[in-house]
């Protein structure tokens, strides 16, 4: 190497090297940055789909609310939909019994050849033309059902129906800040997470239900939904004749 010619001197390679070290913290800064605001995105967006797909699940509950119960709730035996202190109750026909037999007050086992279709816990409408009444089932055999409390009528095999119910619940576990859905007896699954309030109103006079809820990751956003279940509406418009 001649004499005339010089490499980086002492003081300019720290300069570059602290150029060097400006860039790269700049640029972890840049790429953390961003993936904080893709994760948020990328919670945001799961989150939004959870919501939707609660959604979707309660309004195919509530348009199936009353169907196949177009005579008990014509007799007001039963709604479609209720409230049972602060959960949302939807009713709907899961199938009908053969009755072997009249029924009489008092009696406590239903004998019918469908027994093992019933499940403890599940609802079961017992009705005629001119009456009827809702009992829970506490056991079953293969040939007969129990239910909870006697029957209080009597009801004539020849025009007498059982039919048995599906009982679908919405209500918001606070604990833990779930909202579940309750199918029969079954135990309740969750049905949203993170959720941090929940409510409901049915209007009788409109057939609207109005469902409404928040997120505990931003109470201020208000997630909602209005139903017109056309089952209860058919019954409500006979009620009106």
């Known amino acids: 190497m001649s004499e005339t010619q ?10 570059s090297l ?6 790269v913290i700049f640029s972890l800064d840049c790429f953390i940055s961003a993936k904080k605001h893709f994760a948020m995105l990328k919670e945001s967006e799961i989150s939004d789909n959870a919501v939707h797909t609660a959604l979707d699940r309660m309004r195919r509950d509530l348009l199936e ?7 008990v709730m014509e007799m007001q035996i039963l709604d479609g939909v209720s409230d049972d202190s602060g959960e949302l109750v939807i009713l709907s026909r899961s199938e009908e019994l053969v009755l072997e037999g009249g029924l009489a007050s008092g009696q406590l086992r239903i004998f019918t050849p469908d027994a093992p279709s019933a499940k403890k816990g599940q609802l079961l409408v017992v009705f005629n033309p001119f009456r009827g009444e809702v009992h829970s089932i506490v ?3 293969l040939s007969w059902i129990a239910i909870d409390s ?4 009597d009801y004539p095999q020849e025009n007498t129906k059982m039919i048995l119910l599906r009982k679908i619940c919405l209500f918001l576990d606070e604990k833990n800040g779930v909202l579940r859905r309750k199918v029969n007896a ?11 309030s929940f409510g409901f109103d049915y209007l009788k006079e409109t057939n609207l239900v109005h469902i409404e809820f928040s997120l505990n990751s931003d109470e201020e956003r208000k997630y909602e939904t ?11 418009i006979a009620l009106e004749k």
């Open 18 to 23: 602290f150029f060097f070290l400006l860039i």
């Open 139 to 141: 056991s079953t055999d």
């Open 186 to 196: 079954s135990p309740a699954q969750p049905l949203l997470e993170n959720v941090a």
């Open 65 to 71: 609310a009353g169907l196949g119960l177009s005579e």
């Open 150 to 153: 006697p029957l209080v009528s």
């Open 6 to 15: 010089k490499g980086f001197s002492l003081l300019e390679a720290l300069i």
């Open 226 to 236: 209005v139903l017109f279940p056309k089952n209860t509406a058919i019954s409500s």
